[in-house]
C-alpha cells in the first residue's frame, strides 16, 4: 500500500508550479513589509510628538516672522511672518493666538523670532516661538 502512494518529496516540493507558487508568496510578502514601513515610521513619529511637543517642531516647521503686538489681555500676538508651509499661507501680518501665555512676557514688538503655527478649532495658534538666530 506504501508503493502506491508516492511520497511528499515527489509529490510536493519538486513540482516547479508549487515551488513557484511559493517563491512568489514569499516575493509578495516581503513586498508588503517593505511597503508598510514608511508608514509604520511615519505613524511612531507622530505617536513620539503627541508625547513630546518640542519634538514636533523641526526647523522646516518654523516661520520667520517679526513682532508687531504683544496683546497680553487676549492672549494674542500679531506677527508679520513667512510663508507658513504646512497650512500653504502666504506671507503677511495676521494675529495668533498663542498655546501658552507665560510666551506673552518673553516677547516684544520688533523682536525677531521663529515660530510654529497650528490650525485649531478656535483660529491659528502658536505653538512654539525663539528668537530668530
Same mark, same amino acid.
Given at each position: 500500500?506504501?508503493?502506491? @502512494?508516492? $511520497?511528499?518529496?515527489?509529490?510536493?516540493?519538486?513540482?516547479?508550479?508549487?515551488?513557484?507558487?511559493?517563491?512568489?508568496?514569499?516575493?509578495?510578502?516581503?513586498?508588503? =513589509?517593505?511597503? $508598510?514601513?514608511?508608514?509604520?515610521?511615519?505613524?511612531?513619529?507622530?505617536?513620539?510628538?503627541? @508625547? @513630546?511637543?518640542?519634538?514636533?517642531?523641526?526647523?522646516?516647521? !518654523? +516661520?520667520?516672522?517679526?513682532?508687531?503686538?504683544?496683546?497680553?489681555?487676549?492672549?494674542?500676538? +500679531?506677527?508679520? @511672518?513667512?510663508?507658513?508651509?504646512?497650512?500653504?499661507?502666504?506671507?503677511? +501680518? !495676521?494675529?495668533?493666538?498663542?498655546?501658552?501665555?507665560?510666551?506673552?512676557?518673553?516677547?516684544?514688538?520688533?523682536?525677531? =523670532?521663529?515660530? =510654529?503655527?497650528?490650525?485649531?478649532? +478656535?483660529?491659528?495658534?502658536?505653538?512654539?516661538?525663539?528668537?530668530?538666530?
Amino acid at each position: 500500500m506504501i508503493d502506491n @502512494h508516492p $511520497s511528499i518529496v515527489e509529490s510536493g516540493f519538486n513540482q516547479p508550479l508549487q515551488r513557484n507558487l511559493i517563491m512568489k508568496i514569499i516575493a509578495m510578502a516581503a513586498l508588503l =513589509v517593505v511597503l $508598510s514601513a514608511p508608514a509604520l515610521a511615519q505613524q511612531k513619529a507622530e505617536d513620539h510628538s503627541a @508625547h @513630546h511637543p518640542a519634538a514636533a517642531a523641526s526647523a522646516a516647521d !518654523m +516661520t520667520e516672522g517679526e513682532i508687531r503686538k504683544v496683546d497680553k489681555d487676549a492672549k494674542k500676538l +500679531t506677527i508679520k @511672518h513667512g510663508e507658513i508651509k504646512n497650512l500653504d499661507m502666504p506671507p503677511m +501680518t !495676521m494675529v495668533f493666538q498663542v498655546k501658552d501665555a507665560g510666551v506673552l512676557d518673553k516677547v516684544k514688538v520688533g523682536d525677531k =523670532v521663529r515660530f =510654529v503655527v497650528q490650525k485649531s478649532d +478656535t483660529g491659528f495658534v502658536v505653538t512654539d516661538i525663539q528668537a530668530a538666530k
